[in-house]
């Protein structure tokens, strides 16, 4: 008989909600949009997030796929990589866009694309981040997941309403600063339609005091399981973090309701991981 132990989210430790935000947090890009402009040298906004994946020797970032629509097809695409002032951009040569799947209604889905990056491009980015083996966890992932309530889950992004614009260290110029976001909770059970699965991530009423008003920013980021386990002394601790889904939609925010919608696990592992297997930089 398998012993299920029923924690309360609010009575985790921080210190593990944190550590697994870490992790999290090391798989997930921002898109930024640079222009140059007489009155800045640098005039930049957000534009989604991603999750950076590989599918055997292919490396790629998995997102949404009205994201991609918002992305440029020439010159260079900004990227945010890691917490510094040094801004990062690649030629969008090296970029193969992948526009899985759209649907008619936006917040029905299907709504996935993603990136594959040329070599060189890939090797640069994974230098300062890690990539989520696909191919890894795939089979699990399909055939025998952790149960829902398993664990505690993310959704991971960057959030436009919380970027930040300061002067720089000389005084003469603005910096822009953009914020990673991984928000705690559990998703509702998923819904299959077609060759889609979706997960609801609703944001619980006491959560809305210090979530974000709008999520807009997010779209294209990471739908994170992370199960926990207990060591030797007994004390809680999470193990790997599951990529579960993608962002895509941000439920209206009401009174009574708040949150966003994924794709889950199905159209991540099949339907993703085909068309990023297919392709080749």
């Not at 996935?112 to 989520?132: R, W």
Request: charged fraction near 20%; proline fraction near 6%; aromatic fraction near 8%.
């Amino acid at each position: 008989m398998v012993n299920v132990e029923e924690y309360p989210l609010g009575d985790l430790p921080e210190a593990v909600i944190e550590a697994a935000a870490r992790d999290v947090a090391n798989y997930s890009i921002g898109f930024l949009h640079v222009k140059s402009s007489p009155r800045r040298s640098n005039d930049v906004r957000l534009l989604g997030s991603g999750t950076l994946v590989s599918v055997g020797p292919t490396h790629a970032i998995l997102t949404a796929h009205h994201v991609l629509s918002a992305l440029p097809r020439n010159g260079r695409l900004g990227l945010i990589i890691s917490p510094t002032a040094q801004q990062h951009s690649v030629d969008t040569q090296g970029l193969v866009y992948i526009q899985i799947a759209r649907g008619r209604v936006d917040s029905e889905g299907p709504d996935l694309g993603a990136i594959v990056l040329a070599p060189s491009i890939a090797s640069s980015i994974g230098a300062k981040k890690s990539y989520y083996r696909l191919d890894s966890h795939r089979d699990h992932l399909l055939n025998s997941p952790p149960h829902i309530r398993d664990g505690f889950w993310f959704v991971n992004g960057f959030i436009d309403e919380w970027t930040v614009e300061e002067p720089d260290k000389d005084g003469w110029g603005l910096v822009k600063g953009f914020y990673n976001l991984s928000a705690a909770g559990g998703p509702d059970n998923t819904i299959v339609v077609g060759n889609h699965d979706y997960f609801a991530f609703p944001v619980s009423y006491r959560g809305r005091s210090v979530a974000p008003k709008s999520f807009g920013g997010m779209s294209g980021g990471g739908l994170w399981q992370v199960p926990l386990t207990r060591d030797a002394q007994r004390q809680i601790k999470h193990t790997t973090p599951l990529l579960s889904g993608v962002v895509f939609y941000q439920e209206p925010t009401t009174d009574t309701s708040c949150g966003v919608r994924c794709h889950g696990r199905l159209s991540v592992y099949k339907v993703a991981f085909e068309a990023i297997e297919q392709k080749r930089p």
